[in-house]
Structure formats: structure tokens, C-alpha cells
Nanobody, 123 residues
Framework: VQLQAFGGGLVQAGDSLRLSCVASARTFRTYEMGWFRQAPGKEREFVSAISRGGGRTYYADSVKGRFTISRDAKNTVYLQMNSLKPEDTAVYYC??????????????????WGQGTLVTVSS
């Protein structure tokens, strides 16, 4: 499956952005989906994930209460990011997993990755 993420940009602290990730797979609903991010000089870290049916969502503590993950029935997963902070600055990646049968929060648990979209939050 191919993933294409977009929606990043340069915003000020306190602003909002919505990231989208479009999947090419006709079997999109069979994939658990996740969002990760990687800041310069840091390892890729988990941000959020959603189960294949959309009924279960997971968030890193650093974004809980500010970010919301969702998915539609067709082929897109979203990450609504509110109250952005400078420490949210990173390249954001979407990822898809079809093998685990459950949501995982580690990058190694995902089979497919999008190209990343840059989010820059100025103070």
C-alpha cells in the first residue's frame, strides 16, 4: 500500500493544523494506522494510532488532549492538531500495519510508511 501524507506547514504556537494521509489500498479498512514524528537529531516517536475499525485510538502523553486521530471509511486517516507548541515541530509520518491484528505504538510494528510532511511551530 502507498501512503501520502500532507497538510504540514509553518504555524505559530497555539494554532491548529490537520494532517491527512491517503492510502492507495482498496483494503484500507484492514489496516491499523499510526502517526509518528521525527524532530531533527531525535528518534522517530509515536504520536497516535487508530484501530482498523476506528473504535480505538491511542495517543502519546505529549499530545493527549490536543491531537485527535480519525479515519474515514474510504482511504484517509487524519490527525487534527490543536494548541500546537514549538516542541511539536517535526516531520510527521503516517504508517499502516496489517499483520499485528492490534494497534502497536512502535515504528517497527508498521509495514508501510508515507513520505512525511513537515510541521514547524514558531514561538
Amino acid at each position: 500500500v502507498q501512503l501520502q501524507a500532507f497538510g504540514g506547514g509553518l504555524v505559530q504556537a497555539g494554532d491548529s493544523l490537520r494532517l491527512s494521509c491517503v492510502a492507495s489500498a482498496r483494503t484500507f479498512r484492514t489496516y491499523e494506522m499510526g502517526w509518528f514524528r521525527q524532530a531533527p537529531g531525535k528518534e522517530r516517536e509515536f504520536v497516535s494510532a487508530i484501530s482498523r475499525g476506528g473504535g480505538r485510538t491511542y495517543y502519546a502523553d505529549s499530545v493527549k488532549g490536543r491531537f485527535t486521530i480519525s479515519r474515514d471509511a474510504k482511504n484517509t486517516v487524519y490527525l487534527q492538531m490543536n494548541s500546537l507548541k514549538p516542541e511539536d515541530t517535526a516531520v510527521y509520518y503516517c504508517a499502516a500495519d496489517s499483520k499485528n491484528g492490534m494497534v502497536v505504538v512502535t515504528p517497527s510494528g508498521y509495514d508501510y510508511w508515507g513520505q512525511g510532511t513537515l510541521v514547524t511551530v514558531s514561538s
